[in-house]
């Protein structure tokens, strides 16, 4: 075959299958959320924000993201340099911080339930240790301190790994010289975390801090499991409307307003942590 | 002289106070991640009285009960089958038609090739669940709504991106070298794939082909969204949360982790190779 | 038979000009080593002919026939990498018989010719082993093996000694010049490296920015340079160059003495010397001592002669210290003359 074709033939099925199923359907969200019961218009868009829980949901996954995000960030980065210098035991440490990668929100959700419900293993600890006379149901509309925390806790407890990965991939690019080039000139090892880990790995933090806080806006699962309607958030409304409610160009716009959140934020973290040109290792 | 000596015992206290304090937070972090697992793993296997009483052990009876509660529980184990059909075709359909583009990208200098890149990466700052929504409408029409194929491709959709970006670094890792070798000794593009690509590059695709499995399998929101008769496990139980049995919440969620324990076992060895390039 | 042919070839990359107009016709049995600094098109070339790489414009023949639009392995040719190209998943002994098995060669048949250049190549004994388990000499080895296997016409190596340590290359050198000298195969050999050059070849291709500015035996290419380029590539260190005035009837000023040289009527030309072919005497150029570096049998000498850079290849027992002033006397019949305009050899 034509060797100049060829990577075209390559790519071809990749974007054919993305355009449909990517691209496309962008279009029709879009016209989904702007088409109202006469023609185009904002419609949607007004029923959807001035509805009593968006701006509740809206709050709570902001929130939930701020809290969750920058703990993740630093758990990630603390793991992945404790990690770096280990000598035995590196993988089996690994394996074991790695597993939440492979474990979906929804089982994570349960797992923190099996801890957090009325007659879960915290209750039961509380009151073995005798501080508490009985259970207490942790996860009503009474404790919503606790109910945020125990989806916090959920989230970090899962999704840290998928930052961990990246991070611990991209300190493993960064060759071992310019550490002892640092050390000779006199750097402590914060100062070699400062001045040459953390400017060196800007192109990983970058990729993980926009799959961490892109997926941060999709928290669904977990809080169904754990909050239930206690915690609205955006995914969960978007949820509602396509199914309870049956408003298919509602769901769209709530959709829409979700993505633009999501490129907004990818866009300043782009800005924020971008390389300059010629800078890369 | 003392003061000399005095420092040293010093500078060695503080040294292995600190090595006591790496190897404690280690530990520590190891059980922040293992503890939870174990006690879903308490809950599954006690019988279901146990799990809905006060207090809980901290230790296993080895009951079976919420387990074979959750198999003979109705349409249980059709969304199980249905989770593993729909895991499966995301895994051959990303492998199929993402590897190719793998390839591209790793071995050829194209005009588009950037643009190409901005397509598949553009993918990630979208939360691509979200696009369940129109194709639902769109499935409908195409009679595709409710079946595990059109499920498969809005898995495959996820997973698409991760399969080109991992086979991209996993076929930059073989120097294209190897396969010159192979045209000047009498192969074709095709039979120097096949006899030095392939073979190199099998347990890499293995992998990434497991990653697409463990994405789609993971999946809630488009599931959710997209099946209604023929649901699997995730949307099964997302939609039996609100009155299930505790115990079929936590046989479930013990179902839906097994896989992600082997499947990371499996991956370990390309886990980090696969995204240190990838996401450059 | 395996004449070579390569017919105004030229390759764009974008709008960079790897290679310009090349000329060059290899003889059956002759080996050709190509050479030049990197970023020369010498790779490129050897490429072209392997058919790695496609030309922009020209052709390419062997033994008679125009193969520049087939696949490489329709070429009847084979080669060594420079990284070996080993294959890995593969043992040694099936590494050397991929070719033949490509082309469906009976089992014993497979066998007896992997053993025999394996022989060849002295690695009888690793045929069992991984390329894992192999030292970089001994890759070197399976992949020359591997390629002689296929009985080639044309054998095509792209800097196959440069990943050896120096005392390794230097054996696998030799080794290679009688293994090849045997096989009757034409050979085309890219290096950087003039030594292995002058060693290897039957005759040398200098090719600088994308053109062969001059393809002759070893000895031709350090006596008489085509070109100044030449002149001060080749040799360690190359010739030196002093401005030379005409002052008519042949004779030449440089740096204020009076040389015999071409009849010409430019006005300038540039004079050029190698530093073995100095002495020491009473006339001649006056050079100040910089620098002295002993190299055991010989000294080198950088010194300035009217504020020039020139070096001297003189006997170890002479006592010489940098300030020292020195007459030094260019043998009259190594003296060359470049065209500063040309840059091309006058004589």
């Known amino acids: 075959m034509n060797a100049r074709l060829l990577p075209y033939v390559l790519i071809l099925p990749v974007t054919l299958f993305l355009g449909v199923f990517f691209l496309y359907p962008f279009v029709l969200v879009a016209k989904l959320a702007f088409v109202g019961s006469e023609g185009l218009s904002l419609e949607n868009f007004r029923d959807v924000i001035s509805y009593w829980k968006f701006p509740i949901s809206l709050k709570n996954t902001m929130l939930l993201a701020a809290v969750v995000v920058p703990v993740q960030l630093a758990l990630a980065l603390l793991m992945a340099t404790m990690v770096n210098r280990m000598e035995k035991g590196r993988d089996l440490v690994l394996y074991i911080w790695t597993i939440p990668l492979g474990i979906s929100d929804l089982a994570a959700g349960i797992i923190w339930l099996a801890i957090f419900e009325q007659s879960g293993f915290l209750n039961s600890m509380m009151t073995g240790l005798g501080l508490s006379d009985g259970p207490v149901n942790f996860l009503s509309y009474q404790n919503p301190g606790i109910v945020f925390l125990a989806i916090a806790l959920a989230e970090i407890w899962r999704a840290t790994a998928i930052m961990l990965v990246i991070l611990v991939a991209g300190i493993g690019l960064i060759p071992k010289e310019y550490y002892e080039a640092a050390e000779v000139f006199g750097a402590s090892p914060w100062q070699r975390f400062r001045r040459i880990t953390l400017p060196m790995l800007r192109p990983s933090l970058q990729t993980a801090l926009i799959l961490r806080v892109v997926l941060a806006f999709e928290v669904f699962a977990v809080v169904a499991a754990l909050g239930g309607t206690l915690f609205p958030v955006l995914m969960g409304e978007i949820y509602a409307y396509q199914f309870d409610l049956q408003n298919t160009n509602a769901a769209a716009a709530l959709a829409l307003i979700v993505l633009a959140i999501s490129v907004v934020f990818t866009l300043i973290i782009l800005r924020a942590l971008r390389v300059p040109k010629g800078a890369t290792i | 002289m003392t003061d000399a000596a005095t420092t040293l015992v010093d500078q060695s206290r503080t040294r292995s106070s600190g090595r006591w304090l790496y190897a404690a937070s280690i530990t520590l972090l190891c059980a922040w991640v293992i503890v939870p697992l174990y006690l879903l793993l308490i809950n599954t296997l006690s019988a279901p009285e146990t799990v809905n009483s006060f207090p809980k052990s901290f230790i296993p009876e080895f009951d079976l009960g919420s387990l074979q509660f959750f198999a003979g529980f109705r349409g249980m184990l059709e969304a199980l089958r249905n989770s593993i059909v729909v895991a499966l075709l995301t895994m051959v359909m990303s492998v199929l038609i993402g590897a190719p583009a793998g390839y591209a990208l790793s071995r050829f200098e194209f005009r588009g090739k950037e643009l190409f890149r901005m397509l598949i990466l553009l993918t990630r700052a979208f939360p691509l669940p979200l696009l369940a929504l129109p194709l639902a409408v769109l499935f409908i029409r195409t009679g595709l709504d409710d079946t595990a194929f059109g499920l498969a491709l809005v898995h495959t959709t996820l997973a698409l991106p991760f399969a080109v970006l991992i086979t991209f670094s996993l076929f930059s890792g073989i120097p294209v070298e190897l396969e010159e070798a192979a045209w000047t000794l009498g192969c074709t593009r095709l039979t120097a794939f096949t006899k030095v690509v392939l073979p190199l590059i099998l347990p890499g695709i293995t992998a990434s082909a497991i990653f697409a499995f463990v994405i789609s399998w993971n999946e809630v929101f488009a599931a959710a969204v997209l099946t209604i008769e023929n649901r699997t496990l995730t949307a099964f139980l997302l939609q039996t949360l609100g009155e299930a049995p505790m115990h079929l919440k936590f046989a479930g969620g013990f179902i839906l982790v097994v896989p992600a324990l082997i499947f990371i076992f499996a991956v370990r060895k390309y886990l980090f190779a696969m995204w240190g390039i990838a996401n450059r | ?347």
């Open chain 3, 1 to 347: 038979m395996a004449e070579i042919q390569i017919k105004n070839v030229a390759k764009r990359f974008g709008s960079y000009q790897a290679l310009h107009d090349i000329n060059l016709t290899i003889a059956d049995q002759e080996f050709m080593v190509l050479l030049g600094a990197s970023g020369c098109g010498k790779s490129t070339l050897l490429r072209i002919i392997a058919g790695l790489e496609t030309q922009s414009t020209g052709e390419v023949w062997i033994g008679g026939r125009r193969i520049d639009h087939l696949p490489p392995k329709d070429r009847g040719i084979a080669m060594v990498f420079q990284n070996y190209a080993v294959f890995p998943h593969l043992t040694v002994f099936e590494n050397i018989g991929f070719g033949l098995r490509m082309q469906k060669l009976p089992n014993d048949q497979v066998t007896r010719r992997v053993q025999r250049t394996a022989e060849l190549m002295h690695i009888e004994q690793l045929l069992k082993r991984y390329s894992g388990e192999l030292s970089g000499g001994q890759r070197q080895r399976v992949a020359v093996a591997r390629a002689l296997a296929m009985e080639p016409d044309v054998i095509l190596m792209d800097e196959p000694l440069s990943n050896l340590d120096a005392l390794l290359r230097l054996e696998m050198r030799a080794e290679l010049k009688g293994v090849l000298a045997e096989s009757n195969t034409t050979a085309i050999y890219v290096t950087h490296d003039q030594v292995e050059a002058m060693s290897l070849a039957d005759r040398i291709s200098v090719m600088h920015q994308g053109r062969i500015v001059q393809a002759a035996s070893p000895v031709e290419v350090y006596r008489n340079p085509a070109e100044r380029f030449v002149a001060g590539f080749i040799g360690n260190p190359p010739m030196n160059f002093l401005p030379a005035v005409n002052s008519g009837n042949g004779q030449w000023t440089v740096a204020g003495r009076s040389l015999p040289g071409p009849q010409s009527a430019a006005g300038n030309l540039d004079f050029a010397i190698r530093p073995e072919d100095l002495r020491i005497a009473s006339e001649g150029l006056t050079a100040r001592v910089r620098l002295v570096e002993p190299l055991g049998a010989h000294l080198l000498v950088t010194c300035d002669v009217e504020g020039t850079m020139f070096r001297a290849i003189l006997d170890s027992d002479m006592a010489i210290r940098a300030g020292d002033h020195l007459t030094l006397a260019p043998m009259q019949d190594r003296i060359r003359w470049f065209d500063p305009e040309t840059t091309r050899s006058v004589a």
